[in-house]
């Protein structure tokens, strides 16, 4: 590897990789970045990543084309991808082969004809335990792939709040090498895998509480572990080494400052933030708890439930997860008590640049370049940037020793 880790970022949305790495302790060149929303002519997240990275290469269109147009030599690749069906079949022209519009395989396409060193992925951490009539085939199926492909895996599942960040945001977290770049042989136990890993030095945790063992390899391809993995969930931290794996269920540890979410807000926000009588009256109802009769496809009725909830944050605490529909007045909602420029308390929404803030982003992050409510909504699709920093940290460091 040259000094620099050379970077190529997949959906990218509006750059939360890219600006991670930047805040990095770790020597990252980001040199290609592809961001592309379908079914939409308005590219909102792209302009965002436009406006802030310049001088990057920048792709806006599907990554099945942009694929085809990466530079050949890079180190390391980054993206978020959406947790879809990965489950693959066999074909009488194209042997094993996915399913259409699975972003998983275009990645895999990727990693077979370019080999980076590293694999720096997120995804939401239902992956863990989809789909729901086989849990964890989904991520076996990844893991299979990996593993094929001449990669060994290590993942955890992070609550940003559980290590000082001003977001409860859950994540799943895969950082994967090259076999032959680091050799890290397969422990006896979780704790001795944990402790010998990537996310090691940037996250502690107390112990560990379950331990599972799994061996990939009595599966022959990805058919099989489509068609017959049962072994159940992943738990929130693993490592699997030539296809077989240790995973184990964590208790976080953090003794630094908590971050709060009164720490982030505005001093001064606009009185259009503030609630009418008629919304707060909506969002009481949107948030108490309920019990509404629904009826299965096959004609079995049911009620579907959901407890009360606050209609104010506590904002002496860390966040709660942000979603995309962050701008409309909905039950999942952020509002907070505040005084209008009349002197007057009442209840207000978070501002688009609080919830840049809530992620980590540098101040007007997505402002000028699309509307308040896509600005909500990217940050709902986004990472919470330090905690992605303090990965690329721990990456940097375990480079580091390779090259020694």
């Known amino acids: 590897m040259s000094d620099k880790i050379k970077v190529v970022e997949l959906f990218a949305g509006v750059g939360g ?19 592309w929303e379908p079914s939409t002519k308005n590219q909102f997240a792209f302009n965002a990543l436009n406006k802030n990275f310049k001088k990057h290469i920048l792709s806006n269109e599907d990554i099945q084309f942009a694929k085809e147009k990466l530079p ?10 959406p ?10 022209s194209k042997g094993i082969e996915g399913k259409k519009g699975v972003l998983w395989w275009e990645i895999s396409w990727i990693l077979e004809k370019h080999k ?5 992925l997120e995804n939401v951490d239902r992956l863990l335990k989809s789909p729901s009539n086989k849990r964890g085939r989904d991520f076996a199926i990844i893991l299979k792939d990996l593993d094929e492909k001449g990669y060994n895996v290590e993942w955890m599942n992070i609550n940003a709040g559980d290590y000082g960040y001003v977001q409860r945001r859950r994540r799943v977290f895969i950082l994967a090498w090259r076999k032959e770049k680091l050799n890290i042989q397969k422990e006896l136990n979780i704790s001795d895998a944990f402790h010998k890993g990537i996310f090691r030095k940037g996250f502690k945790v107390k112990k560990f509480i379950l ?5 990939l390899n009595i599966f022959s391809d990805k058919v099989d572990v489509t068609e017959n993995y049962n072994y159940g969930k992943f ?13 184990g269920d964590f208790v976080p540890l953090f003794k630094g400052k908590q971050k709060k979410l009164k720490d982030i ?13 008629e919304q707060i009256q909506k969002i009481s109802i949107l948030k108490d708890s309920k019990k509404i009769p629904r009826t299965k496809p096959n004609g079995e009725k049911y009620f579907y439930s959901e407890g009360k909830m606050s209609i104010l944050e506590n904002i002496n605490m860390p966040s709660r997860t942000m979603l995309t529909s962050e701008g409309t007045i909905n039950r999942a909602s952020h509002f907070i008590e505040d005084t209008n420029s009349k002197g007057i308390k009442g209840i207000r929404r978070i501002t688009p640049l609080e919830a ?9 992050w997505t402002s000028d370049v699309m509307t308040e409510r896509q600005r909500y909504f990217c940050m709902g699709n986004a990472l919470v940037v330090p905690l992605v920093a303090k990965i690329a940290d721990c990456l940097s460091e375990k480079n580091n020793e390779i090259k020694k």
């Open 265 to 277: 807000l505005e001093d001064k926000v606009d009185d259009s933030y503030f609630l009418t009588e």
């Open 17 to 35: 990789f890219s600006l991670a790495l930047k805040k990095s302790k770790g020597n990252y060149e980001v040199i290609f970045s592809n961001q």
């Open 83 to 92: 947790c879809q069906d990965y489950s693959v079949a066999t074909t009488n």
């Open 116 to 120: 980076p060193n590293f694999v720096f």
């Open 235 to 247: 738990l929130n931290f693993g490592v699997m080494i030539d296809g077989k794996i240790i995973s």
């Open 211 to 215: 331990e599972k063992e799994i061996d």
């Open 72 to 81: 050949n030599d890079f180190d390391l690749l980054v993206g978020g991808f």
């Open 356 to 364: 840049e803030r809530i992620n980590g982003f540098t101040d007007n």
